[in-house]
């Protein structure tokens, strides 16, 4: 009898797979690819998740926002999310001009280090909020209610503030 593989114990993988169980989320994992794909509802909208390992094994996790990017409003969508990266000092936010997907990847360099569950939910913690205080300023850029540098400011205000509450810091 043939049984599935399951991923070595302390491997990112195994990590994330087991970080979800903890957290009693629902989630599918496909060994052929070694993803693990799952949803999450937001304060302002449901997200698919994907995490899983690079081929060099460094852990990765996907958040795609399920609309996309009328072809109209593309290059304004575009250029507010480059403006988000910029402002980050990495690039986190994606978006495919041939179908308007829109997502948030991170890609964990685990050079020296083991990864933990504790790094995985700073990860994911990051990531949705992230994802989350930007939607709104997103959605005015997609329905032309704001310019891409406009919103661009207003979501990483809204983004500092959050993290600022989430890490206990004065709020205004």
Request: hydrophobic share 40%; proline share 6%.
């Amino acid at each position: 009898m043939i049984q599935p593989s399951i991923p070595e114990p302390f491997s990112p993988t195994h990590v994330m797979l087991t970080w979800f169980k903890d957290k009693q989320m629902s989630y599918d994992y496909c060994e052929d690819n070694n993803i693990i794909t799952s949803g999450i509802e937001l304060s302002h909208l449901e997200v698919r998740i994907f995490c899983g390992t690079t081929p060099e094994e460094s852990p990765f996790l996907i958040i795609r926002y399920p609309m996309r990017a009328p072809e109209s409003v593309r290059p304004s969508v575009g250029e507010f999310l480059m403006r988000l990266n910029f402002a980050a000092k990495r690039s986190l936010c994606e978006l495919d001009f041939n179908d308007g997907e829109i997502r948030f990847r991170m890609v964990s360099d685990l050079t020296g280090s083991a990864f933990s569950q504790d790094h995985f939910a700073v990860m994911m913690g990051q990531m949705l909020l992230f994802a989350d205080m930007a939607y709104p300023c997103l959605a005015s850029v997609m329905t032309r209610a704001m310019k891409p540098d406009f919103a661009a400011d207003q979501a990483l205000a809204a983004i500092d503030k959050a993290f600022q509450n989430l890490c206990g810091g004065e709020e205004d």
